[in-house]
Nanobody, 124 residues
C-alpha cells in the first residue's frame, strides 16, 4: 500500500484547508485510515481516524468540531477538512493506514503504512 498526502500549505489563523491522501495497492475499503501530525520539536500525535465504513470517526479532543475526516472508497482517498486553523495546528500531517483496525485508533504503532507527509503552516 502506498499513500500520497497532499493539500498542505501556508494559511492564516482562522482559515480552512483540506488535506487529501490517495491510496494505491491493497483493498482501500478494508483499511482504517488515520491522520497524524508532527509539530516542530514535538512527537508525532494522532489527529483523526475513520474505520473502513466511515462510521463514527474518532478525533483528538483539541480538533473536535474544527476538523472532519471523511473517505471516498470509490476514489481510494481519505480527506481531512480543517477549519478554524490556529498556529498550534502547524505541523507536518501524515496519513496512515491499518488493515481491519477497529480499536486503539489513536495508537501510532497500530498503523502499518504511512504517507510522506504534507506541511501545514498557520500564521497568526
Amino acid at each position: 500500500v502506498q499513500l500520497q498526502a497532499s493539500g498542505g500549505g501556508l494559511v492564516q489563523a482562522g482559515d480552512s484547508l483540506r488535506l487529501s491522501c490517495a491510496a494505491s495497492g491493497g483493498t482501500f475499503s478494508s483499511y482504517t485510515m488515520g491522520w497524524f501530525r508532527q509539530a516542530p520539536g514535538k512527537e508525532r500525535e494522532f489527529v483523526a481516524a475513520t474505520k473502513y465504513n466511515g462510521v463514527n470517526p474518532y478525533y483528538k479532543d483539541s480538533v473536535k468540531g474544527r476538523f472532519s475526516i471523511s473517505r471516498d472508497n470509490a476514489k481510494n482517498t481519505v480527506y481531512l477538512q480543517m477549519t478554524g486553523l490556529q498556529p498550534e495546528d502547524t505541523a507536518v500531517y501524515y496519513c496512515a493506514s491499518a488493515w481491519l483496525l477497529y480499536y486503539d485508533l489513536a495508537i501510532e504503532g497500530k498503523y502499518t503504512y504511512w504517507g510522506q507527509g504534507t506541511l501545514v503552516t498557520v500564521s497568526s
